[in-house]
């Protein structure tokens, strides 16, 4: 078992969650041996905000989830919780974030994880580079008694 | 004498099956697919998904095919699916402070940390009719770009916080109360309103708001702040033993800055009100924030002057467009034996009428 930090593994796990299931299938066609502990179930999560942004919860309504167990040959378990209603996802994911507890962790991370990543990082900076180009840049009009 | 009456059910499938060809249209047409309204009608999606209370655009694109266009018979869809779902979990409130900004506007302050982002608005648009939309596989238009600073964007009511000039809204973690577990019970707390209120009417919630503004419950709104973009949703794994992102959600966050005198207890100060709403909401989220503070009424000793938008038991009980319309649409059902009594009853009541009439002469 390697690279299993519960920090390292929330960000794979956000990683995998937040994937177009579609890039993710891509990426992964094939899936190694591995026995379900739980079947992809399809759910909903309570989002919840906060009153005025930081006061007490509230419950905005919720979102549709999928989450799956599964167990590796070598006795790895994975889990995953994923947006969305697509079961292939979610045991994808699982055996991913199984696999990332393995030997087979260095190149999970290279051929999946870090593309998935990579594109979810230029996807949110290309988004934000239109947002700047509508930022208001204010000036002052010259008025009358400036003249 | 009660009768009981069967038939109808080959109208009924040939109703539906007429239905299922009207929804479909001119066949020589292309069929709509869920990816175009999904990326199309994009606002539609993000109203059935806010009414609906469910967060799947893939879904709220399908309700929408489905109930050709009409938007509560969408939302209506979305909420009879929604009741299949197994709750697996309640995330983590949402921070909407590290929101992927897409917009964020200030009626109130200029220059703020952040700027003034106007996003892909409507405003200060001519509403004048594009004919050139009507022309199809024109070339796809493109915004500009420009160099993005990464960096924080504070609300807009941290600054007034620090002055002591607002009051504050501390966090704390109990369970907030669910109307979709519990029965929705008067008083109703903050939260219970704000669910309540998020899942509402828009237009219904819309002209509460606007009657605040034309006197009825005065409560002097500025938008301190609107917000639109994406946060992480978080939830605590029970098998791992900490939480784990599971997605993105899009939100339309508005906070109101409100006139306040100040009360024996209290010092002059700002109040706010809240609005959140799934997906780019932007009128939705404004009205629900003045809706939220016409309702506080109580709690920051204003005085009741009577008028529907403080009156909460009115407000919550009438702004969910699924029950309104559920009640509402029933009257058209068959009520032939209802009627018949009402109708017996007008018979007899004129029979009894007449007779006293003509003992009288």
């Known amino acids: 078992m390697t690279d299993a930090s519960p920090i390292a593994r929330k960000d794979w796990m956000a990683v995998l969650a937040k994937a177009a299931p579609a890039r993710l299938a891509a990426l992964m066609p094939d899936l190694p041996p591995h026995t379900t502990l739980r079947n992809p179930e399809t759910g909903a999560v309570m989002v919840r905000g906060r009153v005025s942004a930081t006061g007490a919860p509230f419950n905005l309504g919720e979102m549709t989830v999928t989450r799956c167990s599964v167990r590796l040959e070598d006795g790895a378990v994975g889990h995953a919780w994923v947006q969305g209603r697509d079961k292939a996802h979610a045991r994808r994911a699982a055996i991913v974030d199984a696999l990332m507890q393995t030997g087979a962790a260095a190149a999970m991370r290279a051929h999946i994880i870090a593309p998935l990543a990579g594109e979810a990082a230029a996807a949110r900076s290309q988004r934000a580079e239109r947002a700047a180009a509508t930022k208001v840049d204010f000036f002052t009009m010259v008025r009358g008694e400036d003249q | ?361």
């Not at chain 2, 697919?33 to 399908?62: C, F, H, K, W």
């Not at chain 2, 503004?213 to 939830?235: K, N, P, S, W």
């Not at chain 2, 939100?251 to 209290?266: D, H, I, M, P, Y």
């Open chain 2, 1 to 361: 004498m009660y009768v009981a009456v069967k038939g109808g059910e080959r109208a009924i499938d040939n109703a539906h099956a007429w239905l299922a060809e009207e929804r479909r249209g001119d066949p020589a047409v292309p069929e709509l697919t869920i990816a175009q309204i999904r990326g199309q009608m994009t606002l539609a999606v993000n109203r059935v998904m806010a009414e609906g209370s469910l967060y799947d655009p893939d879904l709220a694109a399908l309700a929408i095919k489905q109930a050709r266009g009409d938007l509560i018979e969408a939302i209506f869809l979305i909420r009879a699916y929604r009741t299949t779902l197994p709750r697996l979990a309640g995330s983590n409130p949402v921070d909407t402070g590290a929101m992927t900004v897409d917009r964020r506007i200030s009626a109130t302050f200029k220059d703020l940390p952040g700027g003034q982002v106007l996003g892909s608005t409507f405003d200060y648009t001519h509403r004048l009719l594009d004919f050139a939309l009507m022309a199809e596989g024109s070339e796809v238009p493109s915004g500009a770009s420009a160099p993005a600073t990464p960096g924080p964007m504070p609300h807009v009511t941290s600054f007034l916080n620090r002055d002591g000039l607002i009051e504050t809204a501390p966090p704390s973690d109990t369970t907030p109360p669910d109307l979709t577990r519990e029965p929705l019970e008067l008083p109703a707390d903050r939260s219970l309103r704000l669910q309540a209120i998020t899942r509402g009417d828009e237009g219904f919630i819309l002209s509460m708001a606007y009657s605040t503004q034309r006197g009825y419950g005065r409560t002097h709104a500025f938008v301190g702040e609107l917000r639109i973009g994406t946060v992480a949703v978080e939830v605590d794994i029970p098998e791992l033993g900490f939480a784990v992102e599971i997605g993105e959600v899009e939100l339309t966050e508005c906070e109101t800055v409100n006139q306040f005198k100040g009360s024996r207890t209290e010092p002059p100060q700002f109040t706010r009100g809240y609005g959140l709403v799934f997906g780019q909401s932007e009128r939705k989220s404004i009205a629900m924030s003045l809706v939220d503070r016409s309702l506080r009424w109580k709690e920051l000793g204003e005085d009741f002057t009577g008028a529907p938008a403080q009156d909460e038991e009115f407000v919550l009980y009438h702004c969910d467009n699924i029950q309104a319309t559920g009640f509402l649409e029933h009257i058209k059902l068959p009520h032939y034996v209802d009627f018949q009594a009402e109708l017996e009853l007008v018979r007899r009541l004129r029979a009894e009428a007449q007779a006293m009439q003509e003992a009288a002469e």
